[in-house]
């Protein structure tokens, strides 16, 4: 069993469009954004160029997608915002992760935390915040795992469940 963290790639259209299925109803977006009316090439490089702060989407701030690919099968996927909106400062936090339902309990989204940490940490970010619902024991576990200190608990301006912030400290890269 391998587990790869990485970039995005051209092969991934099949495993991706999956996945994203999968997360319909579920309140987690696996595929955002996703626009179905780009061909799959231009989605990829369209990816990359938001890493680079390149074509962003208005009040969009650069982020970083990574894949998760366990043993050839992308199970997993991971955000990194490199800076906070007003929305992301309140409960959309720098960092947000899925794992699909076959793949859970294997580390995956621990692993990809650490590797958005990394992430954030290269792109300038001192502090990264963190959050999931009140109550997302997973998540919130996963958090805690890799050195998230549980700030305080908002309501979310959407309604529904609570969020919980939590903000882990980086060393300078
Ligand atoms: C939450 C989620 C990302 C966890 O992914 P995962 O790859 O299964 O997480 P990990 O395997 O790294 O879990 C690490 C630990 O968290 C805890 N944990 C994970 N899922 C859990 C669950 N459903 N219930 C209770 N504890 C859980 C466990 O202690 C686990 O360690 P263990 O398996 O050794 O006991 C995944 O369930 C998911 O994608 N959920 C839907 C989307 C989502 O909630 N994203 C996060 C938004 S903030």
Redesign the pocket.
């Known amino acids: 069993m391998s587990l790869l963290i990485r970039d995005l790639n051209f092969s991934d259209e099949a495993d991706y469009r999956a996945a994203s299925n999968e ?1 319909v109803g ?3 977006d696996w595929s955002a954004p996703l626009e179905p009316q780009l061909a799959w090439t231009e989605y990829v490089a369209t990816v990359h160029a938001w890493s680079r702060g390149e074509s962003l989407p208005p009040g969009w701030v650069p982020v970083t997608t990574r894949i998760a690919e366990w043993d050839g099968v992308v199970a ?1 996927r991971l955000s990194v915002r490199h800076e906070l909106n007003d929305f992301l400062a309140h409960v959309g936090g720098h960092i ?5 339902p076959a ?10 935390l650490r590797d958005g940490l990394e992430i954030a940490r290269r792109a300038g970010v001192a502090k990264v915040l ?4 009140d109550d ?4 919130a ?2 958090i805690e ?1 890799c050195g998230g200190v549980c700030r305080d608990t908002v309501e979310h301006p959407d309604g529904g469940q609570p969020m919980r912030r939590y903000d882990i400290v980086l060393s300078p890269a």
Request: glycine fraction near 20%.
């Open positions: 997360f579920s309140g987690f997993g947000g992760y899925g794992v699909r793949f859970r309990r294997r580390g995956i989204a621990t692993a990809l963190v959050t999931c619902r997302n024991i997973g998540s576990t996963v795992r």
